[in-house]
């Protein structure tokens, strides 16, 4: 995968569920009131993921997020799952 891209969603609700959702690229931006997204298999990578909101919640059977840079910001994030894979984190709080 030898481009990039730039994903950015803005807005007050984001609910994304299916079976399968990858995401991959240097530069991943969400934000808004409230993440909602469900699925059997959640895989983000990319160098930098910046997520902000009131509501993050994340289920699912698989979630794995890799890449240089993570941030994560809110009022409130639930992450559950049978199984969670974070590599190469930097968390700013």
Do not use: F, I, T, Y
């Amino acid at each position: 995968m030898g481009e990039a891209w730039c994903v950015e969603v803005s807005g007050s609700e984001h609910e994304v569920s299916g079976s399968e959702l990858e995401v991959s690229g240097s530069e991943h931006e969400v934000s808004g009131s409230e993440l909602e997204v469900s699925g059997s298999e959640l895989e983000v990578s990319g160098s930098e993921l910046e997520v902000s909101g009131s509501e993050l919640e994340v289920s699912g059977s698989e979630l794995e997020v890799s890449g240089s840079e993570h941030e994560v910001s809110g009022s409130e994030l639930e992450v559950s799952g049978s199984e969670l894979e974070v590599s190469r984190l930097k968390l700013d709080c």
